[in-house]
């Protein structure tokens, strides 16, 4: 079995409702996506609009990534849970939308004893992440296609009441 908690963050807005942030935080256990999930998934059809050689790219950086992860990780890699996709808008970003969305579902995580992996390749989200309590376990250029930088990050659980750099009574 094995699952994943969802995520996602929606703000009532004059006009109705309005969808402000994104997330996928994958338990585990849960089932991964597959090459043939995403050809099933329209991964031929992404062939002929973005064309064969940019989807062939797509198809070794998911691989690069999950053997890079499976090595960072070690004896520990499918026994942390895993935080993917974040999106916020980019009109309400830097307003704490993120934060609170994030710090809610790692008190979750925290409440089963997970730690959280994720990677990221923008800089400015390491300092986001590393203020959730995100600790940079690996920095490593991506070699396939057009270069570019990522880096894995790890958060260990939390004891309840010391998340987001709280500190227990006591």
């Known amino acids: ?11 009532e807005e004059e006009e ?20 043939w999930d995403m050809l099933r998934a329209g991964l031929l059809l992404g062939g002929l609009v973005h064309g064969i050689g940019t989807m062939r790219r797509m198809v070794q950086s998911k691989s690069w990534f999950e053997a890079r992860e499976r090595e960072v990780l070690g004896e520990r890699a499918g026994s942390v849970a895993r935080l993917e996709r974040v999106a916020v808008l980019p009109s ?15 008190q979750e995580t925290d409440a089963l004893g997970l730690a959280v992996f994720l990677a990221t390749q923008e800089e400015r989200n390491v300092t986001f992440y590393r203020r959730l309590g995100f600790a940079v376990i690996a920095d ?13 990050m790890l958060r260990e659980p939390k004891p309840v009441g010391e998340q987001h750099g709280e500190q227990r009574a006591g």
């Not at 109705?16 to 090459?35: C, D, K, S, Y």
């Open 1 to 11: 079995g094995g699952g994943g908690l969802g995520g996602g963050g929606e703000e």
């Open 16 to 35: 109705g409702r309005e969808l402000v942030m994104f997330f996928m935080l994958e338990l585990p256990g849960a089932a991964q996506i597959t090459t």
């Open 92 to 106: 309400r970003q830097g307003q704490g939308v993120g934060s609170a969305a994030l710090a809610t579902a790692l």
């Open 140 to 152: 490593e250029i991506c070699p396939i296609g057009a270069t570019y930088r990522s880096w894995m």
